[in-house]
T-cell receptor, first 111, second 112 residues
Framework: GDSVTQMQGQVTLSEDDFLFINCTYS??????LFWYVQYPGEGPQLLLK?????NKGISRGFEATYDKGTTSFHLQKASVQESDSAVYYC??????????FGAGTKLSVKP | EAAVTQSPRSKVAVTGGKVTLSCHQT?????MYWYRQDTGHGLRLIHY???????EKGDIPDGYKASRPSQENFSLILELASLSQTAVYFC???????????FGPGTRLTVL
């Protein structure tokens, strides 16, 4: 079945470090992909969305590129801040049923 | 602004009791979802619905029922609450055509 894999359960960085979070997906079609962010005590919210039409999403300094060849959708940010500390979810869109969430990656940024 | 509200925001229930969690959306969205989140873990899908009066099982439906009496409302029912159902529950809604999901603030359920 369709799935999303995030292998990094936790990432710890210092402010101004480069962020890279792995995400790979498995599906038989070309999906729409999302990154959601969840801050402590809140529900998840959309960070960015990428379709087969645009291939790349940029939002709040974060960037993700859709690579059909490697079936990857990694999240990057050049310089993280303490306020970026949160849990990040890679999500495989499904228009007919339920989106598939990855396990999540908890980012902790030290000041 | 899309809005999803949940009630109650927090609840303490006794083992074996019945619990109903409610979700209301004003987004005019077709799809609604219930997830649970255990401390330090990710989201797991319990039930979802894409039209009123119909619900679908998610990945972990056992011990839960869902009800979608109208487009705006989606309830999660625990007929016999158990200790293992202590968690935070999130509701979400979504429009058509691979639209984003909008999540509610969550309900913290503690079963004693």
């Amino acid at each position: 079945g369709d799935s999303v894999t995030q292998m990094q359960g936790q990432v710890t960085l210092s402010e101004d470090d480069f962020l890279f979070i792995n995400c790979t997906y498995s599906t038989t079609w070309y999906p729409t992909l999302f990154w959601y962010v969840q801050y402590p005590g809140e529900g998840p919210q959309l960070l960015l969305k990428v379709t087969t039409a645009n291939n790349k999403g940029i939002s709040r300094g974060f960037e993700a590129t859709y690579d059909k060849g490697t079936t990857s959708f990694h999240l990057q940010k050049a310089s993280v801040q303490e306020s970026d500390s949160a849990v990040y979810y890679c999500v495989l869109g499904d228009n007919n049923n339920a989106p598939r969430f990855g396990a999540g990656t908890k980012l902790s940024v030290k000041p | 602004e899309a809005a999803v509200t949940q009630s109650p925001r927090s609840k303490v229930a006794v083992t074996g009791g019945k619990v109903t969690l409610s979700c209301h959306q004003t987004n005019n969205h077709d799809y609604m979802y219930w997830y649970r989140q255990d401390t330090g873990h990710g989201l797991r899908l319990i039930h979802y619905s894409y039209v009123a009066d119909s619900t679908e099982k998610g990945d972990i439906p056992d011990g839960y029922k869902a009800s979608r009496p109208s487009q705006e409302n989606f309830s999660l029912i625990l007929e016999l609450a158990s200790l293992s159902q202590t968690a935070v529950y999130f509701c979400a809604s979504r429009g058509r055509n691979y639209a984003e999901q909008f999540f509610g603030p969550g309900t913290r359920l503690t079963v004693l």
